[in-house]
Structure formats: C-alpha cells, structure tokens
C-alpha cells in the first residue's frame, strides 16, 4: 500500500468508527448518488458489463470526492490539464471519447512518491475495508488493464474475437459499444477480463 493510500485509509478508518461499519460509513459520506446494480442492468446488457461500469463510477466518485486534498494536488493537476487540452468543452471536438479519457485517469496515472493512481488507492482503501469481493476483484482486473492494438479476426456470434499484435494472443470480446466490426480491422482499445470464473470472455471496455 503506498502513502496516499495508507493516508486515505486512515483517515476514512478513522472517520468511520469501526471497521466493521466502515463500509457504509464511508458509502454514507460521499456526496454522490451511484445507481444501484439493477438500475445498471436495465441500461446495459451483460453482466461484466455491469460489474465494470459500476467500478468505473465508484472510482470516479472518489477521484471528485478526494481530489481535492493535498495529497491530491499532483493528480488533479496532470488530469485537470489533459482534461483541458484532450476533452475540451467547445470545438474542436477531441476524437478522444470521455470514456477512454476517464479510464486513462483513473487506472493510468500515476502520481505521489509510490507512483500510485485513483484505482490502486481505492482497491487499497475497500482491502482495508473488507469491501465487497466483488467490487474488489473487478477493481483489480481494472487497476492491471491497459490499452492495446488488436486486431479483429472475426466474430463468435455477437461476440468479437480480438489478437492482440504484441503477443498474439487471442481473446473473445463483448463489444460494450455494440460495435462489432469488421475482420482485419485494428482496434485500440482496453479490455477487461473476466470478473469471474463463470464467464469465459472479455469486454471492450473503450
């Protein structure tokens, strides 16, 4: 656990009272209103899907809740700039999609003397916390993803198969978009794997 988080944590820890209800207690404090798993589910149509969103907007509720404390500074400053430059509110339009941008943020940038990023102090955080397994492990594949070029090599029903250039490997994918596309295509893009043994492919996740 790195510095920021073991701060974070402590302080959190500390505001909640025990740690047996740190959980709720520290759900109860953010000022945000998260849609439930089965709100998520009448919006989007897998399962993984679901999980993946849901850790998204959590992590992102905690980077606007947290930001804004000094450990923060280095991190709101490198976002809050490519922000400006890469997701601007007027034209030119960014090919950058807030989704891609988001992911980059949260799981991507690293900051602090550890070198630690929005998605690592929260996994630390909800660890500490006894957290959900669920949301624990989905933010674990999450904080070890990365984008990557693959090209599609055809489909397997509505869903994708992907080969990555670097290695070679080959994964099955759920498209979260809805685009499947076409074979030969390359494709820069994140995926998620899978959030359960159940579950036997991917998601393209921007």
């Not at 989704?99 to 690592?120: H, K, L, N, P, Y």
Request: hydrophobic share 40%; glycine share 10%; aromatic share 12%.
């Amino acid at each position: 656990m790195g510095r920021i988080a073991q701060k974070l944590t402590k302080t959190v820890l500390r505001e909640a009272g025990k740690v047996k209800r740190a959980g709720k207690g520290f759900t109860d404090g953010l000022p945000f209103d998260l849609p439930t798993f089965e709100e998520l589910a009448k919006e989007l149509h897998d399962p993984q899907h679901v999980l993946y969103v849901s850790a998204q907007q959590f992590s992102s509720a905690v980077a606007e809740t947290f930001s804004v404390e000094p450990e923060f500074a280095e991190y709101a400053a490198i976002v809050g700039k490519a922000e400006g430059e890469y997701i601007p509110d007027g034209p030119p339009i960014s090919p950058l999609t807030r989704s891609f941008f988001t992911m980059w943020a949260f799981f991507d940038v690293r900051f602090g003397a550890d070198q630690e990023s929005i998605g690592s102090c929260l996994l630390d955080l909800l660890r500490a916390m006894s957290g959900p397994e669920l949301m624990v492990g989905t933010l674990e594949k999450l904080n070890d993803s990365r984008m990557g070029i693959y090209e599609h090599v055809g489909c397997e029903g509505p869903r994708v198969r992907l080969r990555e250039l670097l290695s070679g490997d080959e994964f099955v994918c759920y498209s979260a978009s809805g685009y499947q596309g076409q074979t030969g295509e390359l494709w820069y893009v994140r995926l998620g794997p899978p959030v359960a043994e159940s579950f036997d492919y991917h998601i393209v996740l921007t």
